[in-house]
């Protein structure tokens, strides 16, 4: 029997349906990491992430820059910065700090 | 007053420091937790488009549907092309995911398509996207990964691929009966597979005859 199929990637804005790759994959997990770190400090916008890259992912660092400023335009942080280390070994892709703005509610009482 | 107030301040370093493979792999955990708690085996079949996942998922099922029961996720960028093949040949239960463009599967979109999976299956065979890099940067969290290889991609397949074969438990050498006509000696891929990832078991197969697919069955001790 022909189940109901589960459907990703569909629908979610102009800016990833340009075509897939999987930079796409890796740069909404970093966009996801970096969200979730600043959700506490109820950020206005993201200026900036670093990450640091192993060479053996063989990760397109264009791509990846590419895919994670449009996710962040979409998202409401357009022109973010993306610096990219690459080390000379090892498959780590990691999000090692961003730099954000606080929002107006951060400076209420 | 606040603009100026920012303005001074300027924007802040938050240290995040998390390791997105390692993320990966607690997703993939998830996924082999699930299974485990199921008693369900699960299979990652890999490969080109064309090579033969799908025709070796179907002869697999035609063997096994009777003595287990067998789930098939089917993964493809659009259409269920796929699944419709497989339907029919004794599985419980066909699924197919549409990445509507990503070229892989990962353990999270598996973990959405598990949701709708019968937990009474106790063998899982889920084909990737047809791709040789991306998938092999993404576990799903399954027990063992087979890459699907034909004969027609090719004497340098291998070689071109080392982190997909180097990731594979079993590799399937497919279309075996066309080797000597697009003119590839079996021989060269198998060595770069024995420099690429050592002690790696082979199984030639046919998969439209079905010569071979007992071997496979066999090598995954199903």
């Known amino acids: ?109 | 007053m606040r603009l100026f107030e920012l303005a001074e301040r300027g924007p802040v370093e938050i240290v995040i420091d998390e390791d997105i493979q390692a993320r990966q792999e607690e997703l993939a955990e998830r996924n082999r937790q699930w299974f485990r708690e199921r008693g369900m085996r699960a299979f990652d079949i890999a490969g080109s488009v064309g090579s033969g996942k799908t025709s070796l998922i179907a002869a697999l099922v035609e063997r096994l549907g009777g003595r287990h029961a067998v789930g098939v996720i089917a993964g493809d960028v659009a259409t269920t092309h796929d699944a419709e093949q497989v339907t029919g040949k004794g599985a419980r239960q066909v699924l197919q995911i549409n990445t509507g463009g990503m070229c892989h599967l990962d353990a999270r979109l598996v973990h959405q398509a598990l949701q709708k999976l019968q937990s009474s299956l106790d063998l899982l065979f889920i084909e990737n996207v047809g791709n040789l890099i991306c998938p092999s940067y993404f576990s799903l969290g399954v027990e063992a990964r087979v890459v699907v290889v034909s004969a027609s991609e090719g004497t340098h397949v291998i070689e071109k691929h080392p982190a997909m074969f180097g990731s594979a438990d079993l590799v399937v050498l497919n279309k075996v009966d066309i080797a000597q006509a697009v003119k590839v000696d079996l021989s060269r891929p198998i060595c770069d597979l024995r420099a690429t990832r050592p002690g790696v078991p082979v199984v030639r197969t046919n998969c439209l005859t079905g010569e071979g697919v007992d071997e496979v069955a066999t090598a995954l001790n199903l």
Do not use: N
């Open chain 1, 1 to 109: 029997m022909l189940a109901e199929g589960v459907s990703v990637g569909r629908g979610t804005g102009p800016a990833i349906e340009r075509g897939y790759v999987h930079e796409l994959s890796i740069a909404s997990q970093v966009w996801e990491s970096v969200a979730r770190a600043a959700s506490p400090h109820r950020a206005r916008r993201v200026k900036s992430i670093k990450l640091e890259i192993g060479a053996l992912q063989m990760i397109e660092e264009d791509q990846l820059t590419f895919w994670l400023q449009a996710l962040a335009e979409r998202e409401g942080s357009p022109g973010v910065e993306v610096e990219i280390t690459t080390l000379p070994q090892g498959t780590q892709v990691r999000v090692v700090s961003a730099e954000i703005e606080l929002s107006d509610e951060h400076d209420q009482p």
